[in-house]
Nanobody
Framework: QLQLAESGGGLVQPGGSLRLPCVAS????????IAWFRQAPGKEREEVSC????????TSADSVKGRFTISRDNAKNTVYLQMNSLKPEDTAVYYC????????????????WGQGTQVTVSS
């Protein structure tokens, strides 16, 4: 059974940092593009960052550029989202998603999803 599992969420003060791991089980991530999406209450799900299967290409939403970094360690079957300089508007449930082949920024292209992890940025 192919599964993705996020963790690392929590409550953090503005300006703080969190690192979210996304761990794959039941399959190897080597041939999968992985993306992070987030959804805040009352808002649509939005793409945060994507990484290609080989890690050679990444994209990030304008709202997180310079603050968030996506990376992967295929040996650990894990993709990470490092989030720095967090803002209250980053508060959302964060999801990782995977697809074979090329990466896309559109959620509908992704076949496998984690259950999400809550990130709350508040003083």
């Amino acid at each position: 059974q192919l599964q993705l599992a996020e963790s690392g969420g929590g409550l953090v003060q503005p300006g703080g940092s969190l690192r979210l791991p996304c761990v794959a089980s039941g399959f190897t991530l080597d041939y999968f593009a992985i993306a992070w999406f987030r959804q805040a209450p009352g808002k649509e799900r939005e793409e945060v960052s994507c990484i290609s299967a080989d890690g050679g290409s990444t994209t990030s939403a304008d709202s997180v550029k310079g603050r968030f970094t996506i990376s992967r360690d295929n040996a650990k079957n894990t993709v990470y989202l490092q989030m720095n300089s967090l803002k209250p508007e980053d508060t959302a449930v964060y999801y990782c998603a995977g697809k074979g082949g090329d990466m896309y920024t559109t959620a509908s292209f992704y076949d496998y999803w984690g259950q999400g992890t809550q990130v709350t940025v508040s003083s």
